[in-house]
T-cell receptor
Framework: KAGVTQTPRYLIKTRGQQVTLSCSPISGHRSVSWYQQTPGQGLQFLFEYFSETQRNKGNFPGRFSGRQFSNSRSEMNVSTLELGDSALYLC???????????FGPGTRLLVL | GNSVTQMEGPVTLSEEAFLTINCTYTATGYPSLFWYVQYPGEGLQLLLKATKADDKGSNKGFEATYRKETTSFHLEKGSVQVSDSAVYFCALISNFGNEKLTFGTGTRLTIIP
C-alpha cells in the first residue's frame, strides 16, 4: 500500500507570494491533518480535514487555509508569505476512527 | 490545555547501551500516547503507541508503558544500534473527539559505534 505523498518536496518563494502544497493520503484514509515544523516552535498543528470538512483548526492566522477533495486529497495554501513561514510542512492521514496518523515526507518551504 | 514535556537532548550513547528518553504529559481525560521517530530528511514514523493506562507499546525493540499515576510514557530500548540515531517525539491525542496531535519538543539521539 502506498504511503502518504506530498508535493512538491522543496519550494522556494519570496515574501508576499502565495503557495499551495498538496497531500495524497493513504488509500482508504479519510482524515488528513497538516502540521508545521520549525526549529523554534517544533511541531504545531495547523488543521484537520475529514470528508471535505475542516474538523479542527490550530492557532494560525487566516493566511493559512486548506481544503479537502472528494478523493480525500488535501491542499493547504499560505497567502502573503512571511519569512517566518519557512518550515517543513507535514501532512498526516488516518483511517476513520483510528488515531494512528501516518506522515508524509513533508514539503520544505523556504521564504526569501 | 494539553502539553507534552520531553527529556532535553541531544543524547549521545555508545552502541549496545541502554536507552531511556523521558516523557511526561498533561491532559484532561484519558489521552492516547505515541512515540514518533524522524530520520534525517524524512517525515515522522509512528514507532509505538498506548491507548489506556498500564498498556505497553512496543516495536523494533523499543518499549513504553502508559503510567497514569505519574502521567509518563518513557521510551526505553535495551541495546541501541547506530541505525537508531534519529529524533524522537513523544505525543498525545486527547480523548475528546479532537484528533490533533500535541508533540513534545523532540530528543535527538546519536549512537556512536
Amino acid at each position: 500500500k502506498a504511503g502518504v505523498t506530498q508535493t512538491p518536496r522543496y519550494l522556494i518563494k519570496t515574501r508576499g507570494q502565495q503557495v499551495t502544497l498538496s497531500c495524497s493520503p493513504i488509500s482508504g484514509h479519510r482524515s488528513v491533518s497538516w502540521y508545521q515544523q520549525t526549529p523554534g516552535q517544533g511541531l504545531q498543528f495547523l488543521f484537520e480535514y475529514f470528508s471535505e470538512t475542516q474538523r479542527n483548526k490550530g492557532n494560525f492566522p487566516g493566511r493559512f487555509s486548506g481544503r479537502q477533495f472528494s478523493n480525500s486529497r488535501s491542499e493547504m495554501n499560505v497567502s502573503t508569505l512571511e519569512l517566518g513561514d519557512s518550515a517543513l510542512y507535514l501532512c498526516a492521514s488516518s483511517f476513520s476512527g483510528d488515531r494512528d496518523q501516518y506522515f508524509g515526507p513533508g514539503t520544505r518551504l523556504l521564504v526569501l | 490545555g494539553n502539553s507534552v514535556t520531553q527529556m532535553e537532548g541531544p543524547v549521545t550513547l555508545s552502541e549496545e547501551a541502554f536507552l531511556t528518553i523521558n516523557c511526561t504529559y498533561t491532559a484532561t481525560g484519558y489521552p492516547s500516547l505515541f512515540w514518533y521517530v524522524q530520520y534525517p530528511g524524512e517525515g515522522l514514523q509512528l514507532l509505538l503507541k498506548a491507548t489506556k493506562a498500564d498498556d505497553k507499546g512496543s516495536n523494533k525493540g523499543f518499549e513504553a508503558t502508559y503510567r497514569k499515576e505519574t502521567t509518563s510514557f518513557h521510551l526505553e530500548k535495551g541495546s541501541v544500534q547506530v541505525s537508531d540515531s534519529a529524533v524522537y517525539f513523544c505525543a498525545l491525542i486527547s480523548n475528546f473527539g479532537n484528533e490533533k496531535l500535541t508533540f513534545g519538543t523532540g530528543t535527538r539521539l546519536t549512537i556512536i559505534p
